[in-house]
């Protein structure tokens, strides 16, 4: 690579992406990768602080930045991920469609570990958008030794895929209300507000709600009559506190469910029920989800819907970013809750 005057540029061509920046008002390429240097561009050049370009010779065993960044993306996207063409030497990974993202975070660290190289992503667990750009990558010089390259390749097939989107599946869903309050009509059923748009912005079909009191036999057989109708997820509301009167514990047991953990270090959500009826996910919603706009639900849904039974040690994680700050205007999932 050798370095020249701009002013002695004229007929050569640009090796690289230059960035121009109007403070305030814009932020882009002001001249491209192979551009053929005009007279009339050495004052803008000058103007964008280019007093020097480089003239880039490359041997064999080197990559120029474009090229090394796209490889670098195609090693590491997994499915229901593209990349994009570098622009200013930045390969982006964007997410093809609706889904959970998942990231091997071994991986990821292995690749940033290599020098050189920098992949930066969001969150994994993210429930992400068609379209969305999920993760970058670029290399810090201009140009990068292949060997380097081949080793981000050799990490992409050990840890197939670094990243990918899990498609979300549109379940059949049944509903148990709880309590006796509702069923004897002294206060209106929640889960009409509160939890059913939530499920249909999932794609999901309600099959069935069954409101029953607080008897653990009534619980029971309402769950074991959801899953004969064919649901592929079961979700109970109406309590799920101390108190004597809520007996959902009781009856989600007494219906032959495994419950796999109750209680979660999320807030709102600290009383969430996980369990489930041999191949069907049960969802024990405290009666937190009435009230707050984002709780455990929010963490939990999208999960299983992706095909992700959370663990006890995978629910006990989330404790970390665990806390709703309940925020004035609320940009869940593009903050701290779940990540």
Known sequence: MREIKVEDAVGTVLAHDMTKIVPGKFKGVGFKRNHLVKAEDIPELLKIGKKHLYVLELDE????????????????????????????????????????????????????????????????????????????????????????????????????????????????VGLVVTGSEIYEGLIPDGSEKWVIPKLKAYGCEIVQKILVTDDAGQIAAALTGLKTAGCELIVTTGGLSVDPDDVTRRGVRASGAEIISYGSPILPGAMFLNARLEDVPILGLPACVFYYPRTVFDLMLPRLLAGKQPTVAEIAAMGHGGLCMNCKTCHFPACSFGR
């Open 61 to 172: 065993n080197q990559l120029h930045e474009d090229d090394a960044a796209l490889r670098i993306s195609k090693a590491l996207c997994g499915q229901n991920i593209r990349w994009t063409r570098p622009l200013e030497g930045k390969s982006n990974m964007v997410s093809e469609i609706d889904g959970l993202l998942q990231i091997d975070l071994d991986g990821l660290l292995q690749v940033n570990s290599l020098g050189e190289i920098i992949v930066s992503t969001v969150k994994t667990g993210l429930p992400c958008l068609d379209g969305q750009i999920v993760a970058a990558t670029r290399i810090i010089p201009l140009f990068i030794e292949a060997e380097k390259i081949d080793a981000v390749e050799n990490i992409g097939k050990v840890h197939q895929p670094v990243f990918q989107v899990l498609p979300y599946f549109r379940r059949r």
